[in-house]
């Protein structure tokens, strides 16, 4: 089946072609621009007229026959409401493919908003009680993470929502960012509950963060990455979605926590310097999962724990090694009667520890 994509132009129009052309479908563009810049992503570009000129469908039929078309895809809303309107009678052999943009749109909200709905109640499950959250700020928090690649499941990002509400006022902390799907989430909640400044640890190096633990398949992974590009993609989704006060430290949870008892104040050239309370409320531990690490995370960081505050154990049920969760549950035996509450959600171990 021969796909016309109109109009090229749209970045969307160029993504399907991309992916078109994985799954073996041709395609064929058309827009109303004489030089379109995507008209190299299609196997075929050719003019076509603006929708609002009386010759747009002499023109069309004339390219369908062409190229042999059997099937239309627009991104395009006001072309998507011609085609569906006047194909069936204009040119009845091709099929207008998709739903549209108007519907996909409207759709994605409604989805949205249900997966808000749905979500309040495990948040309340988590927490214990009601929560107070905007159901448009639930739905904006839980699609604006479902955008950005990571390892944040949306079981964890409710349960983040429930121990926020019962967070005292201090930093968060999060050790291993890889492209900040997590680290948004963080820094969202850390706005939203006016718990304090976020900041994000990780080397986004090869070399530092091997993880002997795991099987050696898992290990190599880790070298389909280039760390600098990962790094820039953290860096990306952060100046598109973060809000101060926000930093990072491109450095081991070692060498991160070094300077951040020392000075407080966290400078980078992106987002200028942060002042941190040195105290903190959520501490995120998701940088390497190897147990000494984990258990290295811990040391190096829960002595600036405050009373009130949260250790969240990434991983505490990781198919690939048992490093957060001896370390997890080790602490929940260490600290005994300090831990206050306690729970696993989305695959991460929440606990709560009092003075
Ligand atoms: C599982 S990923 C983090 C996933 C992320 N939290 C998310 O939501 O997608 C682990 C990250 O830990 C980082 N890391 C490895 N060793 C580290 C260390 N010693 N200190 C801090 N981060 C480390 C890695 O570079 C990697 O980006």
Request: proline content about 6%.
């Amino acid at each position: 089946l021969i796909t016309l994509v109109f109009p090229s132009v749209l970045p969307e129009s160029a993504r399907y072609a991309d992916a078109a052309r994985e799954h073996g479908v041709r395609t064929v563009g058309a827009s109303s621009l004489e030089q379109d810049p995507n008209a190299r992503r299609f196997d075929d570009w050719a003019f076509l007229p603006l929708i609002s000129d009386p010759s747009f469908f002499d023109a069309l039929e004339l390219l369908i026959i062409e190229h042999g078309i059997g099937a239309i895809y627009t991104p395009h809303a006001p072309s998507f409401h011609l085609f569906e309107h006047q194909l069936p009678s204009r040119l009845p052999g091709v099929r207008l493919l998709g739903v549209g943009p108007f519907k996909r749109q409207m759709a994605a909200v409604r989805e949205s908003f249900d997966a808000a709905a749905a979500g309040r109640l495990g948040i309340e499950r988590f927490a214990g009680q009601r929560i107070p959250m905007w159901p448009a700020a639930l739905a904006g928090l839980l699609a604006q993470a479902d955008r950005l690649y990571g390892e944040c499941s949306q079981q964890k990002i409710l349960a983040l929502c429930a121990i926020f509400a019962d967070a005292p006022v201090g930093d968060v902390v999060e050790i291993g960012a890889l492209y900040g799907k997590s680290t948004y989430v963080l820094n969202r909640l850390a706005l939203s509950f006016k718990v304090g400044a976020t900041l994000a640890v990780d080397p986004w190096n090869l070399d530092l963060s091997v993880q002997i633990d795991a099987p050696l398949n898992i290990q190599q992974a880790s070298g389909g990455w280039d760390w600098e590009v990962v790094y820039q993609g953290f860096l990306l989704n952060m100046l598109g979605c973060s809000a101060p006060p926000f930093n990072y430290l491109r450095a081991t949870s070692v060498d991160a926590n070094a300077h951040y008892k020392d000075s407080r104040i966290v400078t980078s050239p992106e987002f200028g310097a942060t002042t941190y309370t040195g105290q903190i409320s959520v501490l995120h531990i998701d940088g390497n999962h190897d147990e000494s690490s984990v258990d290295q995370d811990l040391r190096t960081w829960s002595p600036q724990l405050m009373p009130g505050g949260w250790i969240v154990f990434d991983d505490y049920y990781w198919p690939h090694g048992n490093g957060p969760r001896q370390i997890a549950d080790r602490t929940l035996a260490e600290y005994g009667e300090r831990v206050t509450r306690h729970f696993v959600g989305g695959g991460a171990m929440f606990i709560k520890v009092s003075v």
